[in-house]
Structures are given as C-alpha cells and as structure tokens.
C-alpha cells in the first residue's frame, strides 16, 4: 500500500493568514483527494485533486479558499486561505489507485487558528 | 446522494464486553469498507465486503455485509483497550471516483 507524507503534523496561525499543507506518495497513484475532519467525526471531502488541471470541488468548497495542486502523480498541495476560526480542523490527503480500491491517509494537519 | 447512517455514534465499554457497531443505508452499495482511526493518524482500512451475506472475521472483529448490500454490522468479542478508535463505514458512489463516509463509532474500551 502506499505511503503517504503529510506536512505539517500541526499549525498554529493567525486569522487572515493561509496555510499551505503538502502530501507526498511514495508510488504513482490515480486519485487524490482533500478531506476535512472535526476531532472525533466523520470525513467530509473537500475536493478531487487531478493531475494537470484544475481540482474538482465539493459543494460548499470553492477554488479561491482552498487551491490545490497536483503537479504530478505523488505530489499535491492544499492551501487554506484566508484562515479565520472555523478553519480549525483536521485536514487529511488521501490516495486511491482504482474505483473499486481502498483508500489510504496521511496523518492529518491538524490546523488551530487564532 | 447515498447517505450511510452508523450507530452508535458513541460507545464506552469494559474490557472484555461485546459490542456491535451498524452501518446501514437506503441505497444498495457494490460494496463497504471499514476504517478504524486512532487519534493523530489517518484511517486505517480494515475489510472491505462485498458480497451480500458475506461475512468476515479479522481476530475478534467480525464484519457482516447484509444480503441486500444495504447495510453492513461490526462485532468486536472481548473488546481490549486497543480496540478503542474511530470506526467508519464507507461505500462508493456508483458515479464518481468518491467514497460516502458514516458518521463514525466512538469506541471507548476501558481497562
């Protein structure tokens, strides 16, 4: 299965700043994803990061507040701009390499903005 | 939407009690997964089911795929405070590359 390096492990920013969190595979995979998690609940799924082109975005997430790259097939990035409180919370990447295929995590950011 | 609702949403037991974690939908799924999170890490695949009726032990975990592929159930033996986590059910959607997630299971197992 694959490995995957998420950093930072942890942040703490300032309101109105934006934090940049890389995830790094140590294969090729097909898909990509952002997740966002409340301590003790369930994933919420931000986008789809592909590969060449511009992320897919879940309802109630948009490009300007959460930009990702995916130069290539092991590497992406989300950014989280403009940060105010309620961005407080645990981001994961996560990979797949077919529809049928389990996913797997990094360990999760977790984000506290002050 | 394919919605998959998981009960119980908190869970704290002795060690050495059985407990049974549900994952259950309105919709059919070719498929489920569990996942176990413990704090500071990512999730962690456990099963995947996918035959309806099929059932699956992993040690003291069983895991069930209800014969419609509408639900699916958990069942811990002689839960140990190692088995205390997150668990999530999840399934695909039949359009798209996503995974529909559960609202998690608690599990708390006391010394």
């Known amino acids: 299965s694959a490995v995957i390096s998420q950093k930072p492990s942890r942040d703490i920013c300032q309101r109105g700043t934006s934090l940049t969190i890389q995830c790094q595979v140590d294969s090729q995979v097909t898909m990509m994803f952002w997740y966002r998690q409340q301590p003790g609940q369930s994933l919420t799924l931000i986008a789809t990061?592909?590969?060449?082109?511009?992320?897919?975005?879940e309802s109630g997430f948009v490009i300007d507040k959460f930009p990702i790259s995916r130069p290539n097939l092991t590497f992406s990035t989300l950014t989280v701009s403009n940060l105010s409180p309620e961005d407080s919370s645990i981001y994961l990447c996560s990979v797949r390499q077919t529809y049928n295929s389990p996913l797997h995590f990094g360990n999760g950011t977790r984000l506290t903005v002050t | 939407t394919q919605l998959l609702e998981q009960s119980p949403q908190f869970l704290s037991i002795q060690e050495g009690e059985n407990l049974t974690v549900y994952c259950n939908s309105s919709?059919?799924?070719?498929?489920l997964q569990w996942y176990r999170q413990e704090p500071g890490e990512g999730p962690v695949l456990l099963v995947t089911?996918?035959?309806?009726?099929e059932v699956k032990k992993l040690k003291r975990l069983t895991f069930q795929f209800g014969d419609a592929r509408k639900d699916s159930s958990l069942h811990i033996t002689a839960a140990q405070p190692g088995d205390t986590g997150l668990y999530l059910c999840a399934g695909p959607e039949t359009s798209g590359s996503r995974l529909t997630f559960g609202e998690g299971t608690q599990l708390t197992v006391n010394p």
């Open positions: 089911v996918v035959t309806g009726g």
């Open positions: 990061a592909n590969q060449g082109s511009e992320a897919t975005y």
């Open positions: 919709s059919v799924f070719s498929s």
